[in-house]
């Protein structure tokens, strides 16, 4: 499986972007995608997870209520729709994938699980 991230950029704070995670080849049921970001200086933080085969999607509460994650499973892309952004949201973004964990079956907040990532896009939130 590779990943690869867009729709990253420059908005302005109250604005919205969406970001795309184009999913090569064909992850299966017990695939957990996820979302990362890391801003300069600071460790990799959960943003949202959803598992492949659809269901229940998590998220940091940081995020909650601003954030969507949603997959389209024909089209093999993740996606990460965002809303109200916040100057304290801008941070390189990554879509990941976890290839061993059927709904939620395991921790998915732990960057550590995800076994393939993607190249990373820049968000940048401007007050």
């Known amino acids: 499986v590779q990943l690869q991230a867009s729709g990253g950029g420059l908005v302005q704070a109250g604005g919205s972007l969406r970001l795309s995670c184009e999913v090569s080849?064909?992850?299966?049921?017990?695939?957990?995608m996820g979302w990362f970001r890391q801003d300069q200086g600071k460790s990799r933080e959960f943003v949202a997870a959803?598992?492949?085969?659809?269901?229940?999607?998590s998220y940091a509460d940081s995020v909650k209520g601003r954030f969507t994650i949603s997959r389209a499973v024909t089209k093999r892309t993740v996606s990460l729709q965002m809303n109200s952004l916040k100057p304290e949201d801008t941070a390189i973004y990554y879509c990941?994938?976890?290839?061993?964990?059927?709904?939620?079956?395991?921790?998915?907040?732990?960057?550590?699980?995800?076994?393939?990532w993607g190249q990373g896009t820049q968000v940048t939130v401007s007050s």
């Open positions: 959803i598992p492949w085969s659809g269901g229940a999607t």
């Open positions: 990941a994938a976890d290839p061993l964990n059927p709904q939620f079956a395991r921790s998915y907040k732990d960057s550590g699980r995800y076994d393939y």
């Open positions: 080849g064909r992850p299966s049921s017990s695939y957990v």
